[in-house]
Structures are given as C-alpha cells and as structure tokens.
C-alpha cells in the first residue's frame, strides 16, 4: 500500500458512507481522541480486521461509527463487559474499548475496576470530558468540585474519581494519562497501551464547551483547550510539588507499565479450558 502523507493518514481507517464532520459539537476534544487512536495503529501496522472498536452510550460512545474497524455499539456502562466476551473468544485481536468518564466510572464503574484486576487484555481509552455531556450537563463521577452542572445548579459537592489512579491500585498492566492538547504525547501512549498484553488504560481530558463550559463561562472550545495546556504538568514536574500546588492540575504521564503480570484469556486458556478438555479425554 502507497504510503499516505502524515495529515491524511486517517483517510484509510474511516467510513467515508459516514456524513463528515461528526456528530460532535464543532471544537469537541472527542475527534482528537480518535485521530490520536487512528495514529497509533498505523504506527503499529496493524491490520483493521484484527482490530475491534467496542463503546458503550455517550459523546465517545460514537466513536466506532466512523472508524473502518471491527465495531460495537452497547448499551450504557456496559462496554468492557462485551468486550470481555469478545476478548475471551477471540484472544488474538486488538480489542479497544472506548468510554466517557460517565460510561466508565459511574454505571460501569463495576466492570472498570475488575476489568482491571482481572489483567484482560483490552484497551480502555477514556475520554475524560468531567460531564455527562450528551445528556445536557449532569454531573459525573469526574466532575470538579464546586462546578456547576444540570443537576448541581448550585455547584457540585463531591470529590472526583481519579481514573489512572484508580486503575493502578485495581492491578492494570498498563496505565497513562494525557490530554487532547498533547496529541504526540497522547497517540504515543495509546500505541503503547494498545500493544500492552494485559489490562490497559488511557485516560485522555478534554473538555465540553457546550454544556459544562457554557454552565460555568469558562469560554468557547479554545480557552478549555488552553486551559489543557496551562493546567497540565508532567509526572516529573508533579514530584517536586506539595498537594496544595498540585491542586487543580492535570498530572501526565505514564502511571503504570508491568509487562510481566499473567494476563486473562491466557491464564484461561492454560488451566480452565485445557483441564476441561483433559477431564473430557480421560
């Protein structure tokens, strides 16, 4: 295949019978968040027939309409546990779930976390937006504190799950956190998420300007997307502050990487359907 200019990559991996642009609001982090994906598996070289796209119900949910992979569409919160069932029947293939913090966290919180402990071999990629966005605004399990949202009209009054972090003490494999303003960054650690043979995860913050930002004025897509910017720092940078300096910042990096830890569908291939059979053939 004719290799394609780096701008128009994408061009190979999408559904042209699809209307263009997306269904996003125009400025929305989301269609980053797929660039990004594309990107690194044409960097991997992976064929699209060993790849499959799962998502359960919101803003990201939609994601697998427009990409040319294997795909499926579920219901809300349950993503990963579909996946899990694909993931089981065919172990060989790149199996990619990608969720809202709402669909992740919150219903799906459940299968988050042991998805995660079991070290299955799937890709989380989480689009970290802090609200129920295609919904109308809702407040979500990220949403931060004191904000504004359709049903905290008076500003919000819980704490924030930390999604990377929380995956790291449930056992995943592999764990990073980026943002859809550090796009090189971002397709960096999905590639490496994505060949990760156990549990993996990437959360990526972005933002939503039509309902959360509008909520709280926090200014068109543009001054969100700067504050990705302004309000990130590295893992390196984040070791030399105390906690009220790292307030309010989003922290970036690689969290986790333990390429070593027996994964799922192979520790269940070795003992529970080998001793099966061996049990059958006596």
Not at 11 to 21: G, N, T
Not at 188 to 213: N, P, Q, W
Not at 255 to 281: C, G, H, N, S, W
């Amino acid at each position: 295949m004719k290799a394609r200019p780096e701008s128009r990559v994408h061009e190979q991996y999408l559904r042209h019978s699809k209307k263009f642009p997306g269904v996003w609001c125009a400025g929305c982090g989301i269609g980053i968040a797929m660039g990004a994906i594309i990107r690194a598996v044409d960097k991997l070289g992976l064929n699209k027939d060993d790849i499959a796209m799962i998502s359960g119900i919101g803003c990201t949910g939609r994601m697998p309409v427009y990409v040319d992979f294997n795909t499926m569409h579920t219901t809300h919160g349950r993503a990963l546990a579909f996946a899990t069932g694909l993931k089981l029947v065919r172990p060989a293939m790149k199996v990619i779930v990608v969720m809202g913090d709402g669909d992740a966290t919150a219903i799906g919180g459940n299968h988050f976390i042991h998805a995660a402990r079991r070290n299955i071999g799937l890709t989380a990629i989480v689009v970290n937006n802090t609200t129920y966005g295609m919904t109308g605004g809702q407040y979500s399990p990220t949403t931060p504190l004191g904000a504004r949202a359709a049903t905290a009209p008076y500003g919000h009054i819980e704490p924030s799950f930390r999604i990377a972090e929380l995956a790291v003490t449930a056992g995943a494999s592999f764990v990073a956190r980026s943002t859809v303003y550090h796009v090189t960054e971002l397709q960096r650690y999905i590639a490496k998420a994505i060949e990760t043979d156990g549990f993996s995860l990437v959360e990526v913050m972005s933002y939503c300007h039509t309902t959360l930002g509008r909520l709280n004025h926090w200014g068109p897509a543009t001054a969100m997307m700067r504050q990705l910017k302004d309000n990130s720092i590295t893992l390196r940078q984040a070791e030399k502050l105390g906690p009220e300096e790292l307030e309010g910042k989003i922290v970036r990096g690689i969290f986790q990487d333990r390429q070593d830890a027996p994964e799922y569908t192979a520790l269940y291939r070795e003992q529970v359907i080998k001793r099966a059979m061996e049990e059958v053939t006596r």
